[in-house]
């Protein structure tokens, strides 16, 4: 079921950075609510928040346009987690004494879900013994409270007090909507992406793959506790912050570096689309086209390492290895044979034909394929429940 957070916006100039955050979490389907304070709505527009969040933004506690219920007792029943960010010293003190003298004050009060409480403000503020004093407190009530990032401020000084950066506020977000630690202790690799093969100095070859699978992977693993480590040939996507990532380029320096990690880790997950040919000889120099258009060009092609192969055969004995297959054809058959070459737990087979599944895409279909010959289909999901779906096999396996 989506989850629904609750983005508390308080007066402090870092209020329009949490325009980024709320994007971020819509991308997620997360339902989001924004409820500003008076004073934020004169740093940023809560028209901005109601285009990015598809909803109407909560401000006034007064407002008869809905019932009282729905505006700070029902908001706050709907929630699964609330994030105040930016939070001023003036807001941490109202929470920090129980004061409920605007909606979202009240709201806090209301709220039963886990709190998040991201404080941005002047360094000698931050510093202050009344702030520190009111930011033990609210800890001490349970609530989460994030550590400001040091540098310059927007009032011309350098100092701890900025707001952290939106990708750790998210990563933050995903670890309080995730409580199940069932990965806790656990270290994880998966790989994301294309490899690429060089052809000259200036052309590669290369796939259709986006590590978003990948990517899901790593960011749920993380989420449920694991220390996970990425190693990424080509991709469009920002590195998670919540993970260890080891940018690679061809198919054999993805290969060395999971050998080299390989010995760590507890779950090995091979998501990426390895290209299995590499030019024979590389040239020196950017070859040069021939005027006539017609003319042909051949290149010769020899094999990569197959790195889940290499892998499977040096497998641990409490290690699980899960693989992916991309098939156009004869889908669990040929995923089969991977799932006994490769020395897999089990196989994630993968139709690259259909629409809505493999690479690109937002959602994949798949199958579970497993050594006892279970073989469990998914309907279309998006990758982040795919991910999910993967890790809980993964949990049941170890
Ligand atoms: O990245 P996206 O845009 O989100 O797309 C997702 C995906 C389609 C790339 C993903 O769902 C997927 O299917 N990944 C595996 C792609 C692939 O290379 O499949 P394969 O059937 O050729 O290989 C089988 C398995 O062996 C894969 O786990 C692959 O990572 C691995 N392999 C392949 C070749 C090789 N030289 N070394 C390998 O380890």
């Not at 980024?20 to 819509?26: A, G, H, I, Q, T």
């Amino acid at each position: 079921m989506p989850k629904t957070v609750g983005i508390g916006v308080t007066g402090g100039i870092a209020a329009y950075k949490i325009a980024e955050l709320v994007s971020k979490l819509k991308k997620e389907d997360i339902d989001v609510i924004v409820i500003m304070t008076e004073a934020a709505t004169e740093f940023i527009t809560p028209l901005t928040f109601r285009t990015l969040s598809g909803r109407e933004v909560l401000v006034d506690l007064w407002d008869d346009s809905r019932e009282w219920k729905v505006q700070h007792i029902g908001a706050a029943e709907q929630l699964d987690l609330l994030v105040i960010a930016p939070a001023t010293a003036n807001f941490i003190a109202k929470v920090a004494h129980g004061l409920a003298d605007d909606l979202l004050s009240t709201i806090v009060l209301a709220n039963t879900a886990p709190l998040l409480v991201v404080p941005a403000m002047n360094h000698n503020m931050y510093k202050n013994q009344a702030v520190q004093d009111n930011l033990k407190k609210i800890k001490d009530y349970g609530y989460t409270v994030m550590d400001p990032d040091s540098g310059d401020l927007a009032c011309g000084v350098s100092g701890q007090g900025r707001l952290p950066e939106i990708d750790h506020i998210y990563a933050e977000i995903k670890k309080l909507l995730c409580p199940r630690q069932d990965l806790s202790g656990k270290r994880l690799m998966v790989n994301a992406g294309t490899t690429c093969e060089d052809i000259d100095p200036v052309r590669f070859i290369a796939n259709r793959s986006t590590g978003k699978m990948g990517f899901a992977i790593a960011q749920d693993a993380a989420a449920r506790g694991a220390d996970v480590i990425l190693v990424c040939g080509k991709s469009p996507l920002e590195p998670p912050p919540e993970v260890k990532f080891v940018p690679v380029w061809g198919a054999e320096e993805m290969c060395e570096v999971m050998q080299k990690y390989q010995p760590a880790c507890d779950i090995i997950i091979g998501a990426a689309a390895v290209g299995d040919f590499r030019i024979k000889a590389m040239a020196e120099q950017k070859m040069k086209k021939a005027n006539d258009a017609s003319e042909e060009l051949v290149l010769t092609l020899v094999g990569t390492p197959d790195i889940l192969k290499t892998l499977g055969k040096n497998k641990k004995p409490r290690q699980v290895m899960v693989g992916f297959a991309a098939e156009t054809e004869n889908i669990v058959a040929n995923a089969k044979k991977k799932l006994e070459t490769k020395n897999l737990d089990f196989i994630v087979a993968n139709d690259v034909t259909m629409e809505g599944a493999g690479f690109s895409s937002d959602t994949n279909i798949v199958t579970f394929i497993s050594r006892d010959g279970e073989i469990q289909s998914l309907p279309k999901m998006s990758k982040q429940d795919v991910a999910t779906a993967i890790l809980d096999k993964v949990v049941k396996l170890l």
